[in-house]
């Protein structure tokens, strides 16, 4: 009897130091608001969509312990073009951060993916334009380490746009 009780003790306290040490989600209201909060924020340019550009944008930023965007850094863009919507959106994201431990900084890690919904018959000069974008574009590269020791890595945003035919 008294293994049993002892066992269930144990159990009961692990799983109380469990709860002591998981994370809140870092950004106000959870990972699908912030997900959500992306879509809508992050406004495609006539420019990406005349280009047809799709492609992957991975960003670094600092936000102080009131949820304040202090610095934006670019890792990896396949193109420039991709990254202004995305610093934009970013920017309308200060005060939704919530900083871990009270630290009085925090670097963040997301992933941007930027991609058109293709036409259900899709034309010879959109795949023209696609392929043109994808041939020409200039990604932009980070020589520097990224920190993931001291970093939090989020979900990748996926944002998809319409093309006009």
Request: hydrophobic fraction near 45%.
């Amino acid at each position: 009897m008294k293994k049993i009780i002892l066992l269930s003790a144990a159990i009961l306290l692990s799983a109380y130091c469990k709860a002591q040490t998981e994370l809140a989600f870092p950004f106000q209201g959870g990972g699908a608001v912030m997900t959500r909060f992306f879509r809508d924020s992050l406004k495609v340019t006539q420019d990406i969509i005349n280009k047809k550009a799709t492609g992957t944008a991975v960003f670094k930023f600092t936000a102080d312990e009131k949820g304040t965007i202090k610095k934006i850094i670019v890792y990896y863009a396949d193109d420039y073009v991709l990254t202004l919507p995305i610093i934009e959106a970013l920017k309308k994201s200060n005060h939704k951060w919530v900083i871990p431990d009270h630290e009085k900084f925090h670097d963040f890690i997301i992933p941007f993916s930027i991609s058109f919904n293709p036409p259900a018959m899709a034309s010879n000069a959109t795949m023209k334009d696609a392929y043109k974008f994808y041939s020409q574009r200039k990604p932009i590269i980070s020589y520097n380490q990224v920190p993931l020791e001291y970093a939090t890595l989020l979900p990748t945003v996926v944002v998809s746009y319409d093309i006009p035919e």
